[in-house]
């Protein structure tokens, strides 16, 4: 199975700050990797896949990069709704796999 | 755009077998547009991907769970199922069905909001 390392584990920012939390595949995934939004009692929100192409609908204030095993997101300007934990997830190999998560808490 | 929505019997005793089901509206589950997945959530820990459905005779499941899990697609009534039997404590969990596109371009782009399962005595 590819493993998927997310850093940091959890971050304390206040409204307007921008932040990034990488992502490390155990092996290369080309782009086939996607980012979510988790919210309790909620569904999970896709954001962004190909690594960097938004899904429709989510604002550009969200943004990804990388290639091979290295990628981030970006959230520049944090909303009180942007307050969450992320999630990376490749879909190169069989079985998908997600990152450990990274919480997104209000300072 | 697809929405898809979990139900199933919110507790289960240890070493049952527990029967989820994805009702799905939007679009014919006839289109064969979509794999069809499940992904779980335990409490205060990751997403952890089940397997999915494409047809039938398409099945593809995480190595993890590949002897408990059994997923069976139903066109005629728009959903799709999960089973896994031999249930533990470990099995607790928000369970999730979601969507990918067949030539796997958008990743997870649709998923429903969740039902909990409790295993429990």
């Known amino acids: 199975d590819i493993q998927m390392t997310q850093s940091p584990s959890s971050l304390s920012a206040s409204v307007g700050d921008s932040v990034t939390i990488t992502c490390r595949a155990s092996q290369g995934i080309r782009n086939y990797l996607a980012w979510f939004q988790v919210k309790p009692g909620k569904a999970p929100k896709s954001l962004i896949y190909a690594a960097s192409t938004l899904q429709s609908g989510v604002p550009s204030k969200f943004s990804g990069s990388g290639s091979g095993t290295d990628f981030t997101l970006t959230i520049s300007s944090l909303h009180p709704e942007d307050f969450a934990t992320y999630y990376c997830q490749q879909y190169n190999n069989y079985p998908l796999t997600f990152g450990g998560g990274t919480k997104v808490e209000v300072k | 755009q697809v929405q898809l929505r979990e139900s199933g019997p919110g507790l289960v005793k240890p070493s049952q077998t527990v029967s989820l089901t994805c009702t799905v509206s939007?679009?014919?589950?006839?289109?064969?547009?979509?794999?069809w997945n499940w992904i779980r959530k335990p409490a205060g820990k990751g997403l952890e991907w089940i397997g999915r459905i494409y047809t039938s005779v398409n099945t593809k499941y995480n190595p993890s769970l590949q002897s408990r899990v059994t997923m069976s697609i139903d066109t005629s009534k728009n959903e799709f199922s999960l089973t896994l039997n031999s249930v533990t404590a470990a099995d607790t969990a928000v369970y999730y069905c979601?969507?990918?596109?067949?030539?796997?371009?958008?990743?997870?782009?649709?998923w429903g909001q969740g039902t909990l399962v409790t295993v429990s005595s």
């Open positions: 979601a969507t990918t596109d067949i030539a796997m371009l958008r990743g997870l782009d649709n």
């Open positions: 939007g679009d014919s589950m006839k289109s064969y547009s979509y794999y």
